[in-house]
């Protein structure tokens, strides 16, 4: 059974907010939330984690309900550098389970 | 930004030979991952390591695969008799703890090639 439930892809344009969601119903109280880009031929890179309510940085913004089983990840004002599959992950410890990720497409 | 480094960056290899992999992690982190990603499909864990030792590993890491720190700064994957299914990317990664909420950092990757 999935830990996480994401979209396999998703369009938008440059200038556009883009928020991908992902489901993740079984998550357990110790769980963080995490968030990868992947560009091709690349490592995946961090983005964000939180653990409830809202978090921002200088590249996102992650919006976490009460219940916890989902999580929104905000990228305002996207550009054609921001095509990259997108991954969300809730662990409890550091080891990782990569799903397939959100493929975000960005066009001009 | 402190990073993580691979070497090589691409390494071609024929069947049945051996392969080390290099890793240099960012230097304060105690945590040190090797993942892969074969072409087209997911990341996949294979071992971590801490404190010198394996902590955990998945089971394609088999006994072909030994990880090791040979000193104060490198991190290596060596697999001892390369198959053609081990093409893929592999990723080192380190993290500062070993807890969830101490963000993997990943270098840019090895493509192997076996031949």
């Known amino acids: 059974l999935a830990k996480t439930t994401q979209p396999i892809s998703m369009d938008s344009y440059e200038g556009q907010e883009v928020n991908i969601t992902c489901s993740h119903n079984?998550?357990?109280?110790?769980?963080?939330i995490t968030w990868y880009q992947q560009f091709p031929s690349q490592g995946p890179r961090f983005i964000i984690q939180?653990?409830?309510t809202k978090v921002t940085n200088e590249v996102a913004s992650l919006f976490i309900p009460a219940d916890r089983k989902s999580s929104t990840l905000s990228l305002p004002r996207v550009s054609l550098s921001d095509t990259a599959v997108y991954y969300c992950?809730?662990?409890?410890?550091?080891?990782?389970?990569f799903g397939k990720g959100t493929m975000l497409l960005v066009s001009p | 930004e402190p990073e993580v480094t691979q070497t090589p960056s691409h390494q071609v290899t024929q069947m049945g030979q051996e392969v080390i992999l290099r890793c240099v992690p960012i230097?304060?982190?105690?945590?040190f991952y090797w993942y892969r990603q074969i072409l087209g499909q997911k990341v996949e864990f294979l071992v971590s390591?801490?404190?010198?030792?394996?902590?955990?590993k998945s089971e394609i890491f088999d006994d072909q695969f030994s990880v090791e720190r040979p000193d104060g700064s490198n991190f290596t994957l060596k697999i001892r008799s390369t198959k053609l299914e081990d093409s893929a990317m592999y990723f080192c990664?380190?993290?500062?703890?070993?807890?969830?909420?101490?963000?993997?950092?990943f270098g840019n990757g090895t493509r192997l090639t076996v031949t």
């Open positions: 390591f801490y404190n010198n030792e394996i902590s955990e």
């Open positions: 990664a380190s993290s500062e703890e070993g807890d969830s909420n101490s963000p993997l950092h």
């Open positions: 230097s304060n982190h105690l945590y």
């Open positions: 079984n998550i357990a109280t110790n769980d963080y």
């Open positions: 992950l809730v662990e409890g410890y550091s080891t990782l389970t």
């Open positions: 939180g653990y409830k």
